[in-house]
């Protein structure tokens, strides 16, 4: 069982620059993959990034790719994600989720049991 808690979301000016945090609970945190999803008003929940257990593997949606970057510290069952160059948009909330490892990254929302409550981001132009 892992719990999630994401923080760090917030209101930004276009081109700025926000840090997502999420803390994890459990003990075998580094047995997880790790990824980040967003939704916006209206729309499905869309894959921003995945990073393998031990970190050593990550994947960025094409949209994000060069602007998010996501990370992890195992120590701290923490995962990361900086987001740089923010394009102004609606509210999307960002989703941290979590699986077990299985070698690969998926990116599609149903291959993650475990989902966090969310938190808001809003880029104003």
């Known amino acids: 069982q892992v719990q999630l808690v994401e923080s760090g979301g917030g209101l930004v000016q276009a081109g700025g620059s926000l840090r997502l945090s999420c803390a994890a609970s459990g003990r075998t945190f580094s047995s997880y993959a790790m990824a980040w999803f967003r939704q916006a008003p209206g729309k499905a929940r869309e894959f921003v990034a995945a990073?393998?257990?031990?970190?050593?593997?990550?994947s960025h949606a094409d949209s994000v790719l060069g602007r998010f970057t996501i990370s992890r510290d195992n120590a701290k069952k923490t995962v990361y994600q900086q987001m740089d160059s923010l394009k102004p948009e609606p509210t999307d909330v960002y989703y941290c989720?979590?699986?077990?490892?299985?070698?690969?990254?998926?990116?599609?929302?149903?291959?993650?049991?475990?989902w966090g409550p969310g938190t808001q981001v809003t880029v104003s132009s």
């Open positions: 989720v979590a699986d077990r490892d299985k070698h690969n990254l998926p990116i599609g929302s149903n291959d993650y049991l475990y």
């Open positions: 990073i393998s257990g031990s970190g050593r593997l990550t």
